[in-house]
């Protein structure tokens, strides 16, 4: 199929981005990667009025350390995270979990924002984002606003953007001292979407104990799902083979959602994430572990 007709701008500077987001408030959509947008406009599923490129608009491009956290542009391509070696230095997780989202052809051209903005409740970003306490700034011809990731995904495809937003920048807070990590999923086939996965935190107090944990879940719901009364068994405790089994079997049994497709039954998605998470904590707690010593 061939999408509907559009209009098409290919704004020089962020500036005119957001006149023509002004204008088309309601009718424009942003074109950054295109590698989710142009299939579902092929297809009917996106019909924009106006297609607002930007491409050209370099300033939106970018990984910098300021402090204690990295901002990076929204225009950012997801093969540049995943090579970045200052990411890999402050933000092992996201490191980890890029070679996981689609194939390197697909990160090559993906960018940041356009996942996150996408909100595909499979997609490993939106996740990664919320498990990460990232922050993402917004900005409109009146001004800007930064919006916390836990109140950003509002639902399937769907964020917390007005119509003439558009998300420029994510900010993300270096992973603390005495953390570990780890990400897996399990799909049909590398690259595929995934049938089930989680991004697993464990950041331990001087004791070794679990001072903090976090678990998000992706294609668990109708977007990313944060297991917070998982994490909650774990605080404070000296994690044990016995406590992770049972917080495995509180995410999976009573916090995710699962939809279920052609490929798995909400059952056996449900099994995935019990046996994900149990691997998961696991392998962040042994990291964790080792940056103690």
């Avoid at 495809?157 to 920048?169: G, H, K, N, Q, S």
């Avoid at 959602?257 to 994430?273: I, V």
């Amino acid at each position: 199929m061939k999408p509907s007709p559009f209009e098409y701008h290919a704004p020089d500077s962020l500036e005119q981005a957001l006149d023509l987001m002004s204008q088309h408030a309601g009718e424009g959509k942003i074109l950054a990667g295109g590698q989710s947008l142009v299939p579902a406009m092929n297809f009917r599923v996106a019909q924009p009025g106006a297609l607002i490129d930007l491409n050209r608009v370099g300033e939106l491009s970018y990984i910098r350390e300021a402090g204690d956290v990295m901002h990076v542009g929204a225009m950012t391509r997801e093969r540049h995270l995943e090579f970045d070696p200052s990411i890999a230095k402050r933000i092992p997780l996201l490191t980890e979990a890029t070679p996981f989202i689609a194939h390197p052809q697909i990160r090559n051209r993906g960018t940041i924002g356009g996942s996150i903005v996408n909100a595909d409740p499979a997609a490993e970003l939106p996740v990664l984002m919320l498990a990460l306490n990232a922050r993402l700034k917004a900005k409109n011809v009146s001004g800007e606003r930064w919006i916390d990731a836990q109140d950003f995904f509002a639902g399937m495809f769907t964020t917390a953007l007005e119509p003439d937003e558009i998300l420029v920048e994510i900010e993300l807070p270096f992973m603390p001292p005495r953390t570990g990590w780890s990400f897996m999923e399990v799909a049909p086939r590398a690259g595929d979407y995934a049938l089930m996965g989680v991004a697993v935190l464990v950041t331990l107090d001087d004791a070794g104990k679990c001072g903090r944990a976090r678990l998000v879940y992706l294609n668990a719901g109708d977007g990313p799902v944060d297991a917070k009364e998982a994490a909650k068994m774990l605080q404070g405790e000296k994690l044990n083979d016995t406590l992770i089994v049972s917080a495995a079997a509180v995410a999976s049994e009573q916090e995710i959602t699962p939809f279920g497709n052609m490929h798995a039954s909400p059952e056996f998605q449900r099994h995935l994430a019990n046996v994900l998470t149990t691997k998961a904590l696991k392998q962040a707690m042994q990291r964790a572990e080792e940056n103690l010593q």
